[in-house]
């Protein structure tokens, strides 16, 4: 079992910056890859940043240049630094992992860019 848990969302203005963090526990490994999705309302969800083990980072293409996904292993934790946000950020931010083929989700962090 695996249980994430986000936090450090909140309400910004576009262009200005936000750090989420997700508190992975249970039977996680520093080898696992840790994503972060958004959803929108009315839209899908969508991927926004993975990192491997590794460290090797993936980014969408709407947010390549301004998100900065990083980890922790020793805290377990990884982080998803936003700058330069657009109102078109505002979605519920979910972090993600995959362990033993079942996907783990957090309960999502709610972020907000007014304009």
């Known amino acids: 079992q695996v249980q994430l848990v986000e936090s450090g969302g909140g309400l910004v203005q576009a262009g200005g910056t936000l750090r989420l963090s997700c508190a992975a526990s249970?039977?996680?490994?520093?080898?696992?890859?840790m994503g972060w999705y958004r959803q929108a309302p009315g839209n899908q969800r969508e991927f926004v940043a993975k990192?491997?083990?590794?460290?090797?980072?993936i980014y969408a293409d709407s947010v390549k240049g301004r998100f900065t996904i990083s980890r922790d292993n020793a805290k377990n934790t990884v982080y998803l630094q936003m700058n330069s946000l657009k109102t078109e950020d505002t979605a519920v931010y979910y972090c993600?992992?995959?362990?033993?083929?079942?996907?783990?989700w957090g309960q999502g962090a709610q972020v907000a860019v007014s304009s």
């Open positions: 249970g039977s996680i490994f520093s080898s696992n890859t």
């Open positions: 993600n992992t995959v362990l033993a083929f079942r996907e783990y």
């Open positions: 990192i491997t083990g590794g460290g090797w980072p």
